[in-house]
Structure formats: C-alpha cells, structure tokens
C-alpha cells in the first residue's frame, strides 16, 4: 500500500507540474505562474488565479521526510511569490508526529478531505456505459472547444486558463476526450501518461447534461488507452463526500473498479499575518 501511495502521489504531482509549470505565454504571466521542485514534491503557485484551485504543493514524504525545514521552504517559495494562499496535500502516511507544531509555525488550517484512487489497468474490463452519448478521443482541430467545456463544468474562468489545458495536450503531454451530444460537446476529460502510469486529471460535464453516463463512458475510453500504452496503474483523485453531500464522480469510479488507498486532506497555507 505504502508503494501505491507513492504511485498514486508521484502520478498527481507530476500531472499538475507537467500542466502548469509548462504553461506558455501569455497566459503564464496573466496568471503569474511559478514553479519549482522542492524535497522530492513539485510547488506550483499562479498568484492571479481567482478560484483559489491550482496553488498547489504535493508529492512529499517519499524522497525525503516530511519536516519543519522542508515545509518553511515550500511556504517561503508561495510569500516570494506573493501568493494569496496555497493548498498542501501530503498523503496521510508521510505526516509526521510534529505536524501539529508544523501547522502552528507556518500559519497552515485544516480544510477539506480528498480520496486518492488506484486501479490495475490489466484488471476486469469495464462495464459499457449506459449512455445515448459519443464518447471519443478529441481532434486537435476541436481541443479549444474542448478546454472551454472542461473548464465550464466545473465552473472555471474558461479565457484564461484555456490557453494552458490546449498547450498541454499541444505539446503531446496529455490526451483530451470529449463527450458529445449529437453535435455538442457536453463533457471534456484528461488523461496524463508518465511511464507505467496513467493520471486521470480531470473530467467534468454541463449542467443540464449530467447523470447521462458520461463520465463513466469517459472513464472506460481513457482505461482502455492507458492500457493500450502499457500503463500498470490508473490514478484518480476526488472529494471525499459527507453525509450531507454525495459524489457522483467518486461512485462512478468505484463502480469501475477504482479502490480508495487513503483520505488526504488539503492543507491551506495563508500569508503571515491572515487567518489560516
């Protein structure tokens, strides 16, 4: 399990730094993007980004401990870029007894929990999907369409960050899908492979076009392509859901065969001085 940790941590980090830190200009100063690998985990901070999502630090605890000193230079990185806060997110196992005090020093609060997922990409096949949908890889012709659907469905500012998701598939680093309606293209997703893995970074549908099956038809189409490209593990991550809110994308990939290897919870960081 430990192993799988370190899989699953590896395959997310490498995802969010293969997108961001690549991003091209001028999308990369708009949002004032910066980047840097720090103790065996990847920081990344976009300091104009106005949904709070993509200033994230991960992948640590498995190249080195988890420390106050290791922690103090990943939250001097986002005060030298002036970031308006950041999300930590450190599997649960490579936390270490200090953490507490860890917390205390660098002005870091609890906030929400995530589930991380793992599947071998040679286990059963995946059930068809029960949709009237399309579901297929997308052409390069169609890939901006494609990053203004996935930024909509989940509600993101589409001009800004659509230049970075159409570089990223661009430039070969990840493989975009499409769900369409007839001749709408109704749900987007992405899917980043780095050696024998395959990240499942992302996927969302329109309102007014969800509980269709498109994401489970989404899922199956990028398993089978991960495995046609050698992939040994596919890695997804989600909201945990409470009792007062469930989560459609987490039961569908547990119905696919996806199994939950640890809660993590995100870890936000403030500047000095602002409450955690």
Not at 103 to 109: E, G, L, R, V, Y
Not at 143 to 163: D, H, I, N, Y
Not at 224 to 249: H, I
């Amino acid at each position: 399990m430990d192993d799988l940790a370190a899989v699953a941590e590896f395959a997310e980090a490498e995802s969010l730094f293969a997108l961001i830190a690549q991003a091209p200009e001028p999308a990369r100063s708009a949002l004032g993007i910066a980047s840097a690998r720090i103790g065996g985990g990847v920081v990344v901070s976009m300091r104009h980004d106005s949904t709070g999502y993509w200033s994230k630090a991960l992948g640590f605890g498995f190249e080195e401990p988890v420390s106050h000193k290791l922690i103090a230079e990943v939250c001097d990185f986002y005060r030298d870029q002036a970031s308006p806060g950041a999300v930590l997110q450190i599997a649960p196992g490579c936390l270490p007894p200090e953490w507490p005090g860890i917390c205390a020093a660098q002005n870091i609060s609890a906030g929400s929990t995530w589930v991380k997922l793992v599947r071998a990409a040679s286990g059963p096949g995946f059930a068809p999907a029960r949709t009237d949908l399309r579901v297929a890889a997308v052409e390069m012709d169609e890939v901006a369409e494609w990053a203004s659907v996935l930024l909509r469905g989940f509600g993101m500012p589409v001009e800004t960050m659509a230049p970075v998701l159409v570089h990223g598939v661009a430039s070969g680093r990840f493989r975009a899908y499409a769900a369409w309606s007839g001749d709408d293209m109704v749900g987007a997703a992405n899917l980043r492979i780095h050696g024998d893995t395959a990240s499942f970074s992302g996927a969302s549908t329109l309102p007014g076009h969800r509980l269709g099956g498109a994401q489970s038809a989404l899922l199956a189409v990028r398993a089978r392509d991960a495995a046609a490209a050698g992939c040994r593990w596919l890695v997804a991550e989600t909201w945990k859901p409470t009792p007062n809110r469930q989560n459609s994308s987490l039961n569908n990939m547990l119905r696919a065969g996806f199994t939950v290897i640890h809660p993590r919870r995100n870890w936000l960081w403030k500047p000095d001085g602002l409450p955690a």
